[in-house]
């Protein structure tokens, strides 16, 4: 079987663990690997479990999120890589266990692992940018936060819908002994309030995979060119300048 259609396979439920460990070898460092006290799972587990919420969701869909069908697989992607980097930046500082940038190296690891299951563009997109954004619905009304909802809705564009349900599964799959009941409600309304404004901004253009791919060798490369862009687009670059810098970061990474 075709290794694509092999990893899908495995990521429809039930799933299978160990194929999608033979196919994605970077996640075997997750077992075992302890999270923050919000967390009652390893690190493998917990995605295990991010993947299960993910089609709970989908199932009960209780954020009436409208994940289109040729969205589902990148869906389930992003779920499996969404904290694929947290074996390499996890951290203690003063008692307190942290994975410090796990979502934006976990983008490029993402790109990686696409890259080599020669993965096409748009699945790539999808999973670098949800693992990318995946904290960032929790965060965004903070008045700290780099990504305040109309810049949120902006990176993640026409992977709003799909965002909105891995932010949830992630919370969801996260029990540890000081969730409070407080926190899954308040998350809940949080992803609802993204995805108002994303529906509020959109539609949202479609990426131009093809004429990204024309600059750099494989459909991986130009799906996390275009979710690049869009990253450095949300951050106030036009366009034309988001797409020259996007293809000069991935050029950097040949």
Do not use: W
């Not at 700290?144 to 810049?151: A, K, N, S, V, W």
């Not at 494989?218 to 990253?231: C, E, F």
């Amino acid at each position: 079987m075709r290794t694509r259609e092999a990893l899908f396979d495995a990521l429809e439920p039930p799933v299978d663990p160990d194929e999608l460990l033979d196919r994605v070898p970077e996640l075997s460092l997750a077992r075992g690997l302890e999270g923050s006290p919000y967390h009652h799972l390893d690190t493998l587990d917990h995605v295990l479990e991010v993947i299960r919420r993910v089609e709970q969701e989908l199932e009960e869909n209780r954020l009436g999120a409208l994940v289109p069908e040729d969205g589902l697989d990148g869906l389930r992607l992003a779920a499996l890589l969404h904290d694929v980097a947290k074996p390499v930046t996890r951290g203690e500082l003063e008692g307190r266990v942290l994975f410090v940038a796990h979502d934006s190296l976990g983008a490029a690891l993402v790109r990686r692992i696409c890259r080599r299951l020669d993965l096409p563009a748009r699945e790539t997109d999808l999973a670098a940018t949800l693992t990318a954004l995946h904290l960032k619905i929790g965060f965004m009304q903070n008045g700290r936060t780099d990504t305040p909802p109309d810049r949120l809705a902006r990176a993640a564009g026409i992977f709003g819908e799909e965002l909105a349900v891995l932010s949830l599964a992630d919370r969801l799959a996260a029990q540890g002994p000081r969730l409070k009941p407080e926190h899954i409600d308040r998350h809940v309304t949080l992803c609802a309030d993204f995805l108002e404004a994303s529906r509020d901004l959109g539609p949202y253009p479609e990426p131009d995979y093809q004429a990204l791919a024309t600059n750099i060798p494989t459909g991986a490369d130009a799906g996390y060119a275009a979710s690049q862009a869009r990253l450095f687009a949300a951050r106030g670059l036009d366009p034309a300048s988001a797409i020259r810098a996007a293809l000069s970061h991935v050029a950097s990474l040949l």
